[in-house]
């Protein structure tokens, strides 16, 4: 029996370690790079390159927001961002010539539309997620080339240089003529983003769905609306994302919004978002989001290339994964 | 018999955390030799023959096959040791083929890389010729045959090893009359050819069909081995239960209230068909049946996780029709489910969380979640079910199976229920669980709560059951009620083949 009870001892511990790091490993993780980044230059450590850091992956960081709510749930990922971001900014420009208003908001409801799509396939038909929303991002793709003829569409052109200019300087607003409206945006959404999922009944259920998706079921927990509600925010996000890349590249073009699905998803399970669902919160996506910016800062200081640290990204969530996965086999051990 | 015992157990045991669940028992087996195994659930059956399997490495007693000791530490050590198991579930991986099935980790090849396909086809057929499938296609999927001739591929896969003793455990749940014949048929030669058998079966009646012998375990213990011909089913039983005295039951003297669940020639085609039954207010309403009896799914159907096809539910004087698990709450409908890992709790979850999570939207003002409503609640499930370590915070994986079942139980009792639906509730306790557990369930129906009880544990059922209904192969066959139910009634009645004398 004193084994025994040894050895329980012994596991909580290693169990409280290990769900300290898991919550707060990313915060340490920033640490780290703020030391590395002071050590490499002397340009890194300035309040200037610190803003630019989190104005570089603000736009990151709304997207990575929406894509928590689906991995929280226990389905991975949304996977039609990428498609959500290029069709919503294009469909916002294309809007352009009815007012700004018109253009945001069918922006917007583009975003809403696939999010419903998404909700209905893999909240009630029960698709594979990742396999489902790839194949949406897919098939956007092939219409947005298809309706704009492969070709860029540029705000001036659709909607004449008074209503253009609104709409780039959208990305452009410093809010008290300091803070990137992006940053804001980011910000706001991860403070409403937290509530809605430690607050809200849709938080607390989803919460349920992503530990057990069978046991929320037959605990009486309307499953198919909660995952769908999921997809919808995520989709939401993207096109909020996806309208003020849009503004801020000037451009309207099929190819806005690569690679925001994988950078989202390292984003958030670095932030401690298990990919099993479940667990997590948007304050670790924040960390995730700024972890990415950092790693990207310091490499360019290094005189990487834009290429290589696409690589250097590719390598650091191949490794995320790996030891999110390697910390569920953990767990898993525990619930056998 | 001068014969050397193809498997002989001496003094082996196994004991867990707070019980021995095999305890000093002696077994054997002669080469064509059937050997039945039986004893009520927890008797320490599964236990001895995981022991077998090498499933454990820590037991202690000696094991000897064809008379020379062996340590069977490990599966792989069974299997080189010529045991073969065949479980309830079968391990046959269908979209896979017959031959890729019964081949499995030996398929033949040649030249290093190439599958032998010539080989293949003559193995497997020969493999299935020892069961009398040499009719299939061995590049048949598996899904495609039918669930008795998977059974007897899963036998063949087992064959295919060349085995000394092959244990099957309760190889005839899923299968009908005519096919049990033609198992007992294969059985047969099997014997013939001098392979010793160990069969488990809850089914008496087929074990006086294909049995030599008999073993009956209880509590641990074996009570006793005896020729086949030298006992009657009633023998077994009363060996099987243990007592001659039948337990005492508690129901008589508790009060019953308005009719309040009734269900009206209820049916879910393929599962149960016309059942109809009502519960009083403070009824405990039992039900019991062997496997694939349809007991779950009645349970599942009334609390609206699978459809009903036809029949009604009546909840107190009014017509109902329950499309999922939150409208059956909504009327006060609950069902605690049998498989408490992957339906009932959320395991990497706290025990609160677990507890509040049917109370969610009621706890709920506007959009925002008032967790602090729970907090009185969940501390007052705690104290009432004695879960232990009293830690609201504790992930309830981590809590042993007693502690576990309880929170389940606990997280029904939270939502107040009219109608109470238990299924297998104190399945794989410990005996202390087990004993909070009936008080709880003893206190509800004393507080007016309807409650329907299945399980296959029939001291459980004959202690709480004001009456027990008994179900055979998806069909109603009748009741028993408190005062003539006895275990011994109850395990003739499941076992039995006509209709049920008590039947009102």
């Given at each position: 029996m004193l084994v025994k009870s040894e050895r329980i001892e012994l596991n909580k511990r290693r169990t409280k370690t290990a769900g300290w790091i898991e919550k707060f490993g990313v915060y340490i993780m920033i640490l780290v790079l703020l030391i590395l980044g002071t050590l490499i230059s002397n340009k890194f450590l300035t309040i200037d390159n610190l803003a630019n850091v989190v104005h570089a992956v603000a736009l990151l960081g709304i997207v990575a927001v929406g894509v928590t709510f689906v991995t929280y749930s226990g389905h991975f990922a949304d996977m039609s961002v990428p498609g959500i971001i290029a069709l919503s900014g294009m469909v916002a420009v294309d809007m352009l010539r009815y007012g700004l208003v018109v253009s945001l908001a069918s922006g917007l409801v583009t975003g809403l539309m696939v999010g419903l799509i998404n909700a209905f396939v893999v909240g009630k038909l029960r698709a594979n997620p990742i396999i489902w929303t790839l194949a949406v991002a897919f098939v956007i793709n092939g219409v947005v080339r298809w309706l704009y003829r492969g070709e860029q569409i540029y705000p001036d052109l659709k909607a004449g240089e008074k209503l253009a200019t609104a709409f780039v300087n959208l990305a452009r607003i410093n809010i008290g003529g300091a803070v990137p409206i992006t940053v804001v945006v980011f910000l706001v959404m991860v403070i409403i983003g937290q509530l809605l999922l430690t607050k809200t009944k849709f938080g607390v259920q989803l919460k349920l769905i992503g530990s057990s998706y069978e046991v929320a079921r037959m605990t009486g927990v309307n499953v198919t609306g909660m995952v769908g509600l999921a997809f919808i925010l995520s989709a939401l996000a993207a096109s909020i994302g996806g309208i003020l890349l849009t503004s801020l590249v000037k451009i309207g073009a099929y190819y806005n919004g690569v690679g925001y699905d994988f950078r989202a998803v390292t984003a958030i399970v670095l932030g401690g978002v298990s990919l099993a669902g479940g667990k997590g919160n948007m304050i670790g996506v924040l960390g995730g989001v700024v972890v990415i910016g950092l790693l990207n800062n310091i490499l360019t200081l290094l005189g990487v290339g834009t290429f290589s640290q696409t690589i250097v990204q590719g390598l650091v969530f191949i490794l995320v994964v790996w030891f999110n996965t390697y910390s569920l086999r953990k767990l898993g051990k525990a619930d056998g | 018999m001068d014969l050397i015992p193809a498997l002989q157990m001496k003094k082996v045991s196994k004991k867990f955390p707070g019980t021995m669940a095999v305890d000093n028992v002696d077994f054997e087996v002669y080469p064509g030799e059937v050997h039945a195994l039986v004893g009520e659930n927890g008797a320490g059956k599964s236990t001895l023959m995981k022991m077998l399997a090498g499933s454990f490495n820590d037991y202690t007693g000696q094991i000897y096959i064809d008379g020379k000791e062996v340590k069977l530490y490990s599966p792989a050590i069974a299997k080189a040791n010529g045991i073969a198991m065949i479980y309830q579930e079968l391990s046959l991986a269908r979209p896979l083929t017959i031959a890729e099935n019964v081949l499995v980790g030996r398929l033949p090849v040649r030249n290093k890389w190439f599958l032998d396909k010539k080989a293949l086809i003559e193995e497997t057929k020969a493999c299935l010729k020892s069961v009398e499938l040499d009719y299939l296609d061995p590049f048949t999927p598996v899904e495609e045959i039918s669930q008795h001739e998977a059974q007897l591929v899963e036998i063949a896969k087992a064959l295919g090893n060349n085995p000394r003793i092959l244990v099957m455990d309760e190889p005839t749940s899923a299968l009908s009359r005519e096919e049990v014949e033609r198992l007992f048929k294969i059985i047969g030669k099997l014997k013939q050819q001098g392979l010793a058998i160990v069969y488990i079966s809850h089914h008496l009646t087929e074990i006086f069909q294909v049995a030599d012998r008999v073993s009956v375990m209880r509590d641990g213990r074996k009570v006793g081995t005896l020729n086949i011909t030298d006992v009657t089913q009633e023998e077994l039983i009363e060996m099987m239960v243990g007592r001659s005295i039948s337990q005492v039951n508690n129901a008589a003297d508790r009060i019953l209230g308005e009719v309040v669940l009734e269900v009206k020639n209820l049916s879910r085609y393929g599962f149960f068909h016309h059942i109809s039954f009502c519960v009083r207010a403070g009824e405990i309403l039992g039900i019991a049946g062997l496997a694939g009896a349809g007991r779950s799914e009645l349970g599942r159907a009334i609390s609206g996780v699978d459809p009903v096809d036809a029949g009604e539910i009546i909840l107190a004087g009014r017509k109902i029709k329950v499309k999922n698990m939150a409208q059956a709450l909504q009327y006060g409908i609950a069902y605690l489910t049998e498989d408490r890992k992957t339906q009932g709790l959320a395991l990497r979850l706290t025990v609160e969380e677990n507890l509040l999570a049917p109370l969610i939207p009621r706890h709920c003002k506007g959009f925002i979640y008032q967790k602090q409503i729970g907090t009185g609640i969940v501390k007052k499930l705690i104290d009432d079910l004695h879960i232990s370590p009293p830690d609201p915070s504790r992930i309830v994986g981590n809590l042993s199976g007693g502690n576990q079942q309880k929170v389940l139980l606990g997280k029904w009792l939270a939502t107040g229920p009219r109608v109470l639906i238990l299924d297998e509730?104190?399945?794989?306790?410990?005996i202390g669980a087990k004993v909070t557990i009936h008080t709880a369930i003893e206190k509800l129906a004393a507080q007016g709560v309807a409650v329907i009880l299945i399980s296959s544990d029939i001291p459980e059922l004959v202690r709480l059951s004001d009456r027990v209904l008994i179900m055979r192969k998806g069909h109603l066959l009748g009741e028993i009620p408190g005062k003539a139910c006895t275990e011994e009634a109850v395990l003739l009645a499941i076992n039995s083949e006509g209709e049920i004398a008590h039947a009102s």
């Open positions: - | 509730p104190t399945r794989g306790v410990d």
